[in-house]
């Protein structure tokens, strides 16, 4: 397939700038694949299609402060984006620059952290952090939060709050598990009354999620990789639900792939590991019936990805209903529900 069959215009009016008021007080377009049936709900709406023993899989990342701005030896700015945190004292980071800086050559950061440019690995350099402090540390007290590059104001108190689901535990991405940002705890009790099962997966979304396909033959993109992980009681409750006769489901992209990943095998299994999955229309999803996701990016690979799951065809006529009906897009927007279409 094309790049260019995941395009679509959207008003730039429809790109939520701000989270809304309460987090369940978003809408929720619900899709039936099978048929193709659209039904406007409300985010609040979510347990009536649900049953007792269902189960859902939520990601339990944690957004870092990953944006820190400063300078060259020579004094240019600099503004360094984390991707990946290594260890205590190595990441990997954008770089942005007049000049890109030599390996070997220094960056202060925010007046305080001195780091040394390590090597070039493609488009991330490798960041040596000097400070004796350890760099999570570093970044909680120096850094910002990387809000999307669609959003056109800096973080402030309430993004700190909101761009971070309320049940966020593993520091490591740079970008929120969106679908996630919908849950309050009024919400998750709720469910939990009802009988609803939860799980949990690591995924640490990279900036990576943010970039169009550049390539007009999708098989021709190069995915980028993320850190995730599976446990084995994740695994164990996903066996138990399908036993039963109870559907699974995944709550945004970033759970999804993270258990496709697991079951590339063919089997579901718990484990860690990077993963580079790309998931496109004709790709045969093993392992859950249902996904809770936003609405994404044009041409990005998060489009294709809901594409393969709940149709081609669907997800056009299902992204044209919600311009039409004026949903928010993105990050701090609406969310859908879908069903795998099976055929």
């Known amino acids: 397939m094309r790049t260019t069959d995941f395009d679509f215009d959207l008003p730039d009016a429809l790109i939520a700038q701000f989270p809304t008021q309460e987090r369940s007080g978003s809408r929720l377009l619900r899709l039936d694949s099978s048929n193709g049936n659209i039904h406007d709900q409300l985010f609040r709406d979510l347990p009536n299609f649900l049953q007792a023993g269902d189960l859902l899989v939520f990601n339990d990342t944690r957004v870092i402060k990953a944006r820190l701005h400063g300078h060259k030896q020579s004094g240019g700015a600099v503004e360094a984006m984390i991707e990946r945190v290594i260890d205590q004292h190595h990441a990997l980071a954008h770089v942005r620059a007049s000049r890109s800086p030599k390996p070997g050559s220094r960056l202060l950061l925010a007046e305080e952290i001195e780091v040394e440019i390590i090597e070039r690995q493609d488009d991330l350099f490798l960041l040596k952090f000097l400070s004796e402090t350890p760099l999570l540390d570093l ?76 390539v007009e033959n999708i098989a021709e993109h190069k995915m980028h990789s993320e850190l995730y992980s599976v446990p084995e009681e994740t695994v164990k409750l996903i066996k138990q639900t399908q036993a039963a006769g109870r559907k699974v489901t995944a709550i945004g992209t970033t759970a999804m792939r993270a258990l496709e990943s697991a079951a590339r095998s063919g089997e579901l299994v718990a484990g860690m590991g990077e993963t580079d999955i790309f998931i496109t229309p004709g790709y045969k999803f093993k392992v859950v019936e249902q996904l809770l996701t936003n609405f994404h990016l044009p041409k990005s690979t998060l489009l294709m990805l809901v594409s393969a799951f709940a149709g081609f065809n669907n997800i056009r006529q299902a992204y044209a209903h919600a311009i039409s009906e004026k949903y928010s897009f993105f990050s701090y927007g609406d969310a859908m529900l879908l069903n795998r279409l099976d055929e």
């Open 139 to 214: 970044l909680e007290q120096y850094g910002a939060l990387p809000l999307p590059p669609y959003i056109s104001h800096d973080a402030d108190n309430t993004d700190e709050e909101r761009y971070q689901t309320v049940y966020a535990k593993h520091l490591g991405a740079v970008a929120a598990p969106t679908a996630g940002l919908h849950f309050d705890d009024v919400m998750l009790a709720l469910l939990k009354q009802q009988g609803i099962q939860f799980a949990y997966v690591t995924l640490h979304v990279g900036a990576g999620t943010f970039q169009p396909v550049r």
